[in-house]
C-alpha cells in the first residue's frame, strides 16, 4: 500500500506523482517571485543613476546603485536556477509519460496478436477440442458446486485470488478487452485477416465490443444483457436515515434532511451510496432561483447478467461501457441506455432538477460508468464528476466539463473498459493499494469504496495545481447547508423479456433529464 498517488492527463503528456507535479509547482511560483524582486531591484537602481547616487561622497563601497545592479544579477541567476530545476522536474514527468505510452502501446499491440493467433487456434481440430474441454470442465464445476458446495477448482481459485488484483493481470485484462475484434478476425480465418486486424485494431476496442454483443444478445431473443423499464420512488421511513423538511422554496415535495456542502472528494465520496438501501442521494443548494445540484450514484448491486429488480448490475453497465461508442447509435435492438443511467435521470427529474440548473456528480464502479454517460450530455449543465473504480477510461468527455478518474493498480474493474482515450477534459489518478502481505478479503479488495473514499482524501491534501483546480470546482455550490433526498431503484424484469424490436413510444415526460427512456430501439 501507498499514499503515494500519480497523475496523468488534464490536457498535458506528463505523467508523475502529486508531490513532483506540486514541488514543480512551488518553483514555479519561487522563480516568479524572484523576477518581481529583480524587477524591483533593477528599477530602484535605475532611479538612484538618475540622480547621480554613486556620485557623491557620503557613500562606502559598495555605491547603492552598484550594489542594486549586482543583487539583480544575483536574483537573474536564481530566477534562472529556478527555472531549470522545474523545466527538468517537468521533463522527467515527460519522460515517463512517453514510457508509460510505450508500454501501453506494446501492451496493446501484443495483446491483438495474441488473440488473433487465439482466434486462429481455435478453429482447428485441436483448438476445438481444448475449447471443448474448458467448457465441460466449467459446467462440471458449476454442477459440482452446486451439488456439494466446494470443487477443486473452486477451492484453487479461492487460493489465489490474488490473482486477479495483480497489477500485471489487470494490464493484461485491459488489453485484453480491447483485443475482441482480432480475436474474431482470427477465429473466422478471413483472407488477409491479419492485414484486417491491423487495420481495424484501434478502431473496434471495448465500447465498441460491447454494442455489438447487446445488439445480437436482443436480436436472437436472449435474456441475458437484455435490459427492461425502470422506475424510481423517494426512500422514506425505514428505507433511509434521518428525518426534517425541506428548506423553504425547494421544489420537491417530502421529508429531506439538511447536510452542509462538500468540501472536497473526500466527502463527496463519504456520500456515494454503498450498495444497500437507496442507490442514488440527491443534494440541493442555493437559493430557490439559482439551485445547485450534487448527484452520487452508487456502485453494481448485482453481479447478474439477466436484468432482474435491481437495476444497478452488469446489464446496465454494459450497456453504459457500449453508449461510449458511436457505434451504439446504429444499434437496432435492445434498450437505448442502462437502466442505472435512467433511473439516475427519473430521480434527477422528481427531485426538481431542471435542464440548466448546474450539476456535480460522484459515482463509484458502475456509477462512475453513469457519471460519464452524464456529464457528456450537453443538454445537462454539468459542472464536472468524479469517477472512483469504474471504467471510464473509453468515455468521451465534453469540451470545458472535466472529470476525475480514479483507478486502483491492482483494481480489476477499470481496465475492463479498455485502454481508453486522452482528453484534455479527463484527468487520471493512481495508486497502489494492496501492500506486501495483504490478505486479499473479498474478491477485489482493491475496488472496495471504503479503499477508494481513502485515496479521495489523498487527492484532497495534494498541492499539484491539477488537482486543487478540480476541487475548487466543488465550491459551486456556494457552500452551507443544503437538502438531501435519497431514491430507491428498481427495474420491471418482465419487460426485459419482452421483444426488443418494437417501434419506441414518445418518453412521457419530453425533457433532457429523461432523454433515456425505458423504449427499446425500433428496426
Known amino acids: 500500500m501507498s499514499d503515494t498517488i500519480t497523475i496523468s492527463g488534464g490536457g498535458s503528456t506528463a505523467v508523475a506523482t502529486d508531490e513532483l507535479f506540486a514541488d514543480a509547482a512551488r518553483l514555479g511560483g519561487a522563480a516568479t517571485a524572484v523576477s518581481a524582486a529583480r524587477a524591483q531591484a533593477g528599477a530602484l537602481g535605475h532611479e538612484l543613476d538618475a540622480i547621480g547616487a554613486d556620485h557623491g561622497t557620503g557613500w562606502a563601497e559598495p555605491r547603492p546603485a552598484a550594489l542594486l545592479r549586482e543583487l539583480e544579477m544575483e536574483l537573474r541567476r536564481c530566477e534562472a536556477d529556478g527555472e531549470e530545476l ?5 521533463a522527467s514527468a515527460e519522460r515517463y509519460g512517453w514510457t508509460e505510452r510505450a508500454v501501453d502501446g506494446l501492451w496493446q499491440f501484443g495483446g491483438g496478436v495474441v488473440a488473433y493467433l487465439l482466434g486462429s487456434a481455435l478453429t482447428t481440430p485441436a483448438g476445438l477440442l481444448f475449447a471443448g474441454g474448458v467448457a465441460l470442465t466449467a459446467g462440471l464445476d458449476a454442477a459440482a458446486a452446486k451439488a456439494w458446495g466446494s470443487t477443486p477448482l473452486g477451492d484453487w481459485l479461492a487460493a489465489n485470488r490474488g490473482l486477479l488484483s495483480d497489477p500485471l493481470f489487470v494490464r493484461a485484462v485491459r488489453a485484453a478487452v480491447d483485443s475482441v475484434d482480432e480475436f474474431a478476425v482470427g477465429a473466422a480465418r478471413l483472407p488477409g485477416g491479419s492485414g484486417l486486424a491491423a487495420a481495424f485494431g484501434d478502431l473496434v476496442n471495448a465500447p465498441e465490443s460491447a454494442s455489438m454483443l447487446l445488439g445480437v444478445a436482443a436480436l436472437v431473443g436472449s435474456r441475458a444483457l437484455v435490459d427492461g423499464p425502470v422506475s424510481v420512488r423517494r426512500a422514506e421511513g425505514g428505507d433511509r436515515a434521518g428525518d426534517g423538511a425541506a428548506p423553504a422554496g425547494h421544489p420537491s415535495a417530502g ?21 444497500e ?36 448490475d452488469m446489464v446496465s453497465n454494459l450497456h453504459g461501457v457500449a453508449d461510449d461508442s458511436p457505434l451504439d447509435a446504429l444499434r437496432l435492438a435492445g434498450a437505448e441506455s442502462g437502466a442505472g443511467e435512467r433511473a439516475v435521470r427519473d430521480a ?6 431542471a435542464p440548466g440548473d448546474p450539476v456535480y456528480f460522484a459515482g463509484h464502479s458502475g456509477g462512475g460508468i453513469i457519471v460519464h454517460e452524464l456529464v457528456k450530455d450537453p443538454e445537462l449543465n454539468a459542472i464536472g464528476g468524479v469517477n472512483l473504480g469504474g471504467p471510464g477510461d473509453s468515455a468521451p468527455t465534453r469540451d470545458g466539463v472535466p472529470v476525475l478518474d480514479v483507478a486502483h493498480d491492482e483494481d480489476l474493474v477499470p481496465a475492463v473498459g479498455g485502454a481508453g482515450r486522452s482528453s484534455p477534459e479527463r484527468t487520471t489518478v493512481t495508486r497502489s493499494v494492496l501492500g506486501d502481505g495483504h490478505g486479499y478479503e473479498g474478491v477485489l479488495p482493491a475496488h472496495s469504496l471504503e479503499s477508494y473514499r481513502d485515496t479521495a482524501a489523498l487527492i484532497d491534501a495534494s498541492e499539484a495545481t491539477k488537482l486543487v483546480e478540480l476541487r475548487e470546482l466543488i465550491a459551486f455550490t456556494g457552500g452551507g447547508t443544503g437538502a438531501v433526498s435519497e431514491w430507491i431503484a428498481e427495474r420491471d424484469p418482465a419487460g426485459a423479456a419482452e421483444p426488443a424490436l418494437e417501434p419506441s413510444p414518445a418518453p412521457a415526460v419530453a425533457a433532457p433529464l429523461s432523454r433515456a427512456t425505458d423504449a427499446p430501439r425500433g428496426r
Not at 86 to 90: D, G, V
Not at 284 to 309: F, H, K, L, M, Q
Not at 348 to 353: S, V
Request: hydrophobic letters at 45%; proline letters at 12%; a neutral charge.
Open 255 to 275: 421529508p429531506e434532511r439538511s447536510v452542509r456542502a462538500p468540501g472536497g472528494f473526500a466527502d463527496l465520496a463519504a456520500r456515494i451510496p454503498g450498495g
Open 86 to 90: 522545474r523545466a527538468a522536474l517537468l
Open 348 to 353: 434527477m427529474l422528481a427531485a426538481g432538477m
Open 277 to 312: 438501501g437507496p442507490q442514488i442521494r440527491i443534494e440541493r443548494y442555493g437559493e430557490p432561483g439559482d439551485p445547485r445540484w450534487v448527484v452520487y450514484i452508487s456502485g453494481t448491486v448485482d453481479p447478474a447478467i439477466v436484468a432482474g429488480e435491481q437495476p444497478f
